[in-house]
């Protein structure tokens, strides 16, 4: 099956610190991916959708300028978690299905960031 | 907003038993997913539900897509310590929603 990685796998960083988090496509193109972030012992939250060349849509709650997603080519989207507070230490996925698919079909989830805000 | 809702939370068996986990949706799917979840790590895709009725199955586990598209079952027959994990089923209706998943615990 289609290959995600992310980077790093974990972080830790100090309170008020930005955190960028990659989300690489290695054998596909994807026009769209997705970032979730994910609590302990509970389910996957969806932040936004990530658009190769146009603004992320957000979801409902999601603050857009403390999590900027930038999505430059079709293998790479981007996570930044700025000014990162404790109440931001999760587990960060995000996921993508082949080029042109949606959101309607499979989706390749990378192994995950784990972020520990101190 | 459209909710996809999962029960059991927790589910503990002995090995050889058998498992299954429920979803149910808000709103009419346009198709419906499953993945699986083990400890430490990532959702792996285990199949898509897309037709209403519809049973698929993979080996042990059966696959169902409720007649109206707004529920699914995952049934797991006989099972194994190699089960273990935490089954989200997800939800299509113009964007993935996840349920809260179950997580099964296998005892040998």
């Known amino acids: 099956g289609a290959v995600v990685s992310q980077h790093p796998s974990w972080v830790i960083c100090k309170s008020g610190t930005s955190v960028k988090i990659e989300c690489r496509s290695l054998?596909?193109?994807?026009?769209?991916m997705f970032w979730y972030r994910q609590f302990p012992k509970q389910s996957l939250m969806l932040m936004a959708t990530?658009?190769?060349?146009?603004?992320?849509?957000?979801e409902q709650g999601v603050e857009k300028d403390k999590f900027l997603i930038n999505h430059a080519s079709l293998t790479l989207s981007t996570l930044t978690v700025t000014s990162a507070h404790p109440e931001d230490s999760s587990f960060y996925i995000c996921?993508?299905?082949?080029?042109?698919?949606?959101?309607?079909?499979?989706?390749?989830f990378g192994p995950g960031t784990r972020l520990t805000v101190l | 907003g459209q909710q996809v809702m999962q029960i059991p939370q927790y589910q503990h068996v002995q090995e050889g038993e058998d498992f299954t986990t429920y979803c149910n949706s808000s709103?009419?799917?346009?198709?419906i997913q499953w993945y699986k979840q083990r400890p430490g790590g990532h959702p792996v895709f285990l199949i898509q539900?897309?037709?209403?009725?519809e049973v698929k199955k993979q080996k042990r586990l059966t696959f169902q897509f409720g007649e109206a598209k707004k529920n699914s079952s995952l049934h797991i027959t006989a099972t194994q310590t190699t089960d273990v994990g935490t089954y989200f089923c997800?939800?299509?209706?113009?964007?993935?929603?996840f349920g809260q998943g179950t997580e099964l615990s296998v005892k040998p």
């Open positions: 996921s993508a299905p082949p080029r042109g698919a949606g959101s309607y079909n499979e989706q390749f």
């Open positions: 054998d596909f193109q994807a026009t769209t």
């Open positions: 990530s658009n190769e060349g146009s603004k992320a849509t957000y």
């Open positions: 709103t009419t799917l346009s198709n």
């Open positions: 539900l897309v037709k209403s009725g």
């Open positions: 997800a939800g299509e209706g113009g964007k993935l929603i």
